[in-house]
């Protein structure tokens, strides 16, 4: 399966938010949008899932229009993560994780075998099986994301699309967040749509990376091809070394010293 | 997992059960209190025999309607305003956000400042006044889709527009105003089986549907987007809500005029009690808004001897301080 988007535009009004952009994201890889605030990484990120309309250009679900999804035959396929979510302070992680099986109950229906099934391997998966009766205002900030991760997974998307999953985590968090994304990729195949602001975590787990500067594609690649000194400069305004270092698979990314 | 759920449902029945009892209670002592006292058991020796006596009469026909109307309108009221909070995803919602108070009693000023002769009508024109100031919120409130902070702002202008129009007319006749002060302070005093097989039509059907509405409500709790991506139609689920609950407060405002409070302090209690699902939450909303409208009325019609002070003005002074309790207690209770 694959999404593919051509000539975007996106925008409110007078403002444009993001013009002439095409993009594809494939099953089975894991594919971050980088780039500076406001160049309209979530944007992107929420057209190619029809959370937000765009004015020109078109999306395709395996080359079918995504207008034409049912909202619930459309949430059995992709999953979404936005990066603002809530829920009551009370909900069981189980509970909430459960909401996930919605697109493929009735407005009647209970869970079947089939979605506990698929609510123990999410738990499982995501390593929150130990937290399922516990409330979600007992979780600390990474297992609350573990829980949310897993309550997409229960959608079993074939794309999941998490719009800044580390942001507000901190370092030992954001690399639990990281880690359990590329288990999820290469032990289920499932494909991953990231936007991050961590340029060494996208160089580390991405296997293609998109940069948009001010609302257009900058470039993208492998995170080889891609992460350059250059780029930083162009991109963010920052200067960089990109260090390879032996024995270590992603390069560092050294910044100028702050003077 | 198994012995876990069986905890959470046992405290779900507990917490209904006892409400179920307390109201039962609460409604024999209702029908012991008033004007004339009686006891428990010569309330049940003249409802369970067959001769005709002034017990009877009284109990059957001012004392039993009036319960039956308290606990329909609670249980309408609890049910419109635990919906609302869902919707809105905001604590502070009840049927006055969307108009339903201020559209019927607009409605019903006017019927019974400027057109006295249709005053039998005027729970058809407050029932016609609520959906219309209802839709049009909804309608200033529309701009692809419908956002809670809209629909509450929307409601806060077109509310001040109806109240000063209210105000305005209640100004300029302010020598008629008995039946319009009756209406704006919902009062059950002097209402008969008539009005109680009309209304439990109409909530039956209201609250039927708001426990069809249950799993989009749980929904709505999940944010905008987690919902809509998880295939949730989010705008239409908010109309169809909106409009369950219009629905059964607007029937309850057409029989007994205005009640504050219920729908907004009742779901709180719920909450706390069972918490925020509305698996759990919905249905004891319910009971306890009877139970809690039942008691206000009660003791409206019985704590100064003599006078009826009308059940929504005892609702108000009760319900404001209790809330406050609560507001106090909720932020302990969550560190702030």
């Known amino acids: 399966m694959e999404i593919n988007a051509q000539g975007l535009e996106i925008g409110y009004g007078e403002f444009v938010a993001v013009e002439g952009m095409d993009i594809t994201v494939k099953k089975g890889e894991i594919t971050t949008i980088i780039g500076p605030n406001g160049s309209g990484k979530s944007t992107v990120l929420k057209a190619l899932t029809r959370l937000l309309k765009y004015r020109k250009g078109a999306v395709y679900l395996d080359s079918r229009d995504l207008a034409s999804f049912g909202s619930r035959e459309l949430a059995r396929r992709v999953g979404v993560l936005p990066q603002r ?19 493929y109950q009735k407005w009647y229906s209970k869970h079947n075998e089939e979605d506990k099934k698929v609510i123990e391997w999410a738990l499982k998966a995501t390593g929150t099986w130990e937290l399922r009766d516990k409330s979600i205002n007992e979780c600390s900030g990474g297992e609350s994301q573990r829980v ?15 719009d800044e999953p580390t942001t507000y985590l901190d370092i030992s968090h954001q690399l639990e967040t990281m880690r359990l994304v590329r288990k999820l990729n290469r032990e289920s195949g499932i494909g991953v749509v990231m936007v991050l602001h961590d340029l060494s975590q996208a160089l580390e787990v991405s296997d293609r990376i998109v940069v948009i500067k001010g609302g257009r594609k900058y ?18 305004g920052v200067d960089c070394d990109i260090l390879r270092i032996p024995g270590r698979r992603a390069p560092l990314i050294a910044y100028r010293e702050i003077s | 997992m198994r ?14 059960l006892a409400l179920l009892l307390l109201l039962a209670g609460m409604s024999l002592v209702s029908m012991a209190v008033g004007s004339a006292g009686y006891s428990v058991p010569e309330i049940l020796r003249a409802l369970f025999s067959a001769e005709k006596s002034p017990v009877k009469t009284i109990v059957v026909n001012l004392r039993l309607p009036r319960i039956s109307l308290a606990i329909l309108i609670g249980a309408s009221l609890a049910a419109a305003g635990a919906l609302l909070q869902s919707v809105m995803r905001n604590p502070l919602a009840d049927p006055g956000t969307i108009g339903v108070s201020a559209g019927a009693g607009t409605a019903a000023t006017t019927i019974l400042l400027l057109f006295p002769h249709l005053t039998s009508s005027v729970p058809l024109f407050a029932f016609g006044g609520a959906a219309l100031a209802c839709v049009l919120i909804y309608m200033m409130a529309w701009k692809e889709g419908v956002d809670p902070t809209r629909i509450i702002l929307s409601g806060v202008a077109i509310n001040s527009v109806l109240g000063a ?49 249950i799993k989009s409500a749980n929904a709505l709790q999940l944010g905008d987007e987690m919902a809509k991506s998880l295939g949730v139609k989010v705008s239409g689920s908010r109309v169809l809500l909106s409009g369950v609950a219009a629905f059964l407060a607007a029937s309850t405002v057409s029989v007994a005029g205005m009640i504050g409070f219920v729908g907004l302090v009742v779901p709180h209690i719920a909450r706390l009690l069972v918490g925020s699902d509305y698996k759990a939450m919905l249905p004891t909303s319910v009971v306890l808004g009877a139970l809690v409208l039942l008691a206000a009325d009660t003791l409206g019609r019985t704590v100064v001897p003599g006078m009826e002070i009308p059940v929504g003005i005892v609702m108000a002074v009760c319900g404001g301080p209790f809330f406050l309790y609560l507001l106090r207690k909720k932020g302990k209770a969550s560190g702030n």
């Open chain 1, 219 to 236: 470039s993208e690649g492998t995170p080889d091809e891609v992460i350059t000194s250059r780029m930083m400069r162009e991109v963010y």
């Open chain 2, 165 to 213: 129009y209210n105000s305005l007319l209640q100004l300029l006749n302010s020598d008629s105003l008995e039946g319009v002060l009756a209406f704006m302070n919902g009062s059950l005093s002097g209402r008969s089986w008539y009005q109680v097989r009309l209304l439990s039509v109409y909530a039956s059907i209201g609250l039927i549907l708001a426990f069809l509405c």
């Open chain 2, 3 to 16: 012995s876990q759920k069986k905890v959470s449902l046992l405290r779900v029945g507990t917490v209904l």
């Open chain 1, 148 to 162: 949310w991760i897993a309550t997409v997974l229960t959608q079993q998307p074939e794309i999941l699309f998490l």
């Open chain 1, 85 to 103: 979510h809530s829920a009551p302070p009370d909900f069981k992680v189980k509970d909430l994780v459960g909401y996930g099986r919605m697109p």
